[in-house]
């Protein structure tokens, strides 16, 4: 189901995994007290690269979930009411254009369509989440409304690495700091171990929501 998500996925964290190698072996050649700005320019940059892959990962992981979820024909009736949140998006979203006189209507519709014989249709576009980048928040938002049962990170510290790559990234992104100065916090070692959380972050959650459909995580329970 997820097999061109991982593919790609993976591919893309080569493409990181050998820039980084490329880093080090910059890092290698000066032997200088300071290192030249483009060594550490490149440091910096590693973070808008590997959040790449991450935004790369989780949007498609979401997309090829609801469309096997469509694939399966399944009635409104059939699913968990937490997933009427992706369901129902375009309605819920309509309350908010609607003058008073059609308010009580529209929310009529809402509520019996939990109960409706009619088949789901969810739009694949749609990731529910604030529309920020993607870090633990994030994550959280999009577990709850998939009513996904398993952690949502592989290990603790994967959040806070993973909120600490938004920050780089968005300071590089919003001109907030250079990438010479954001790279010259960090060592390559430091990125190592970035990388290798990310990696194993990006894994997880594919396989996390191959699990969900397998086991059928999103049937109303009866």
Not at 35 to 48: D, H
């Amino acid at each position: 189901m997820f097999q061109h998500v991982q593919r790609e996925s993976a591919a893309r964290l080569v493409q990181v995994r050998d820039y980084l190698n490329h880093i080090k072996s910059n890092g290698t050649e000066h032997t200088l007290t300071i290192e030249p700005s483009y060594v550490l320019a490149q440091r910096g940059l590693f973070f808008v690269y590997l959040y790449g892959v991450v935004e790369y990962t989780v949007k498609n992981t979401v997309s090829t979930c609801i469309n096997e979820i469509n694939n399966q024909s399944y009635k409104y009736i059939e699913l968990k009411p937490l997933l009427f949140s992706l369901i129902l998006d375009g309605d819920f979203n309509a309350l908010f254009q609607i003058g008073p006189d059609r308010k009580w209507e529209k929310r009529w519709k809402i509520l019996s369509s939990i109960s409706s014989e009619e088949i789901v249709n969810i739009s694949n576009n749609l990731m529910p989440t604030d529309g920020k980048n993607i870090r633990y928040a994030q994550l959280q938002s999009i577990w709850k409304s998939f009513c996904i049962e398993k952690p949502i990170l592989p290990r603790i510290d994967s959040g806070g690495i993973l909120n600490e790559i938004v920050e780089k990234r968005n300071k590089i992104a919003h001109g907030e700091e250079t990438p010479e100065e954001v790279g010259r916090r960090f060592s390559f070692d430091d990125l190592e171990r970035r990388f290798e959380v990310i990696s194993e972050l990006c894994s997880y959650i594919i396989a996390v929501f191959e699990d969900y459909l397998v086991e059928k995580k999103y049937i109303r329970e009866q």
